[in-house]
T-cell receptor
Framework: DAKTTQPTSMDCAEGRAANLPCNHS???????VYWYRQIHSQGPQYIIH???NNETNEMASLIITEDRKSSTLILPHATLRDTAVYYC????????????FGKGTLLTVNP | GAVVSQHPSWVICKSGTSVKIECRSL??????MFWYRQFPKQSLMLMAT?????????EQGVEKDKFLINHASLTLSTLTVTSAHPEDSSFYIC???????????FGNGTRLTVT
């Protein structure tokens, strides 16, 4: 699976949008971009995933560049409970399902 | 939907004893389950992949005789840490996959402390 690069940490003010970047310049055409987050001492929580098109759900939006070499996770109105480590992961679709976690981005939402 | 339950959430055991951790998919059938381990301030590391009814596949460096995995049904996988030692103290997290087109869902983890 392609390697991803994320900033180690970011800060965001409560109520503002949090934009978390991820570089995956070696991504292959059949690899999906997944985002998970892990709140302290809990298991990872699935947020969103996409292949080529931008995606939106009740938690977040995922913007994937046209060349697919980077993506941005957007939390439109960050709250204190969004403070967590956010992981960007790319994986091949299909039966060979294995998620490899990098170090992620620690997002701290400040009051 | 897609709830994965892990039990216990924390356990303390004495060195040399064995500990079993259960992972259940509550509202879906999990063809594949994964076990991860996470040390403090580190990321999750995949330990093994288990498919229902077959032997688990262990990642390099993970001792299969020490970390016994059983996936006897489509809703239950267990991880047994045998002859636990203090260095096995860690956060163990399971995840379950319903289908290859669905996201992987995780349990809330088990904090193991070996004294």
């Amino acid at each position: 699976d392609a390697k991803t690069t994320q900033p180690t940490s970011m800060d965001c003010a409560e109520g503002r949008a949090a934009n978390l970047p991820c570089n995956h310049s070696t991504i292959s055409g059949n690899e999906y971009v997944y985002w998970y987050r892990q709140i302290h001492s809990q298991g990872p929580q699935y947020i969103i995933h996409g292949l080529k098109n931008n995606e939106t759900n009740e938690m977040a939006s995922l913007i994937i560049t046209e060349d697919r070499k980077s993506s941005t996770l957007i939390l439109p109105h960050a709250t204190l409970r969004d403070t967590a480590v956010y992981y960007c992961i790319v994986r091949v679709g299909g039966s060979n399902y294995k998620l490899t976690f990098g170090k992620g981005t620690l997002l701290t939402v400040n009051p | 939907g897609a709830v994965v339950s892990q039990h216990p959430s924390w356990v303390i055991c004495k060195s040399g004893t064995s500990v079993k951790i259960e992972c259940r998919s509550l509202d879906f059938q999990a063809t594949t389950m994964f076990w991860y381990r996470q040390f403090p301030k580190q990321s999750l590391m995949l330990m093994a992949t288990s498919n229902e009814g077959s032997k688990a596949t262990y990642e390099q460096g993970v001792e299969k005789d020490k970390f016994l995995i059983n996936h006897a049904s489509l809703t239950l996988s267990t991880l047994t840490v045998t002859s636990a030692h203090p260095e096995d103290s860690s956060f163990y997290i399971c995840s379950a996959l319903g289908s290859t087109n669905s996201p992987l869902h995780f349990g809330n983890g088990t904090r193991l402390t070996v004294t």
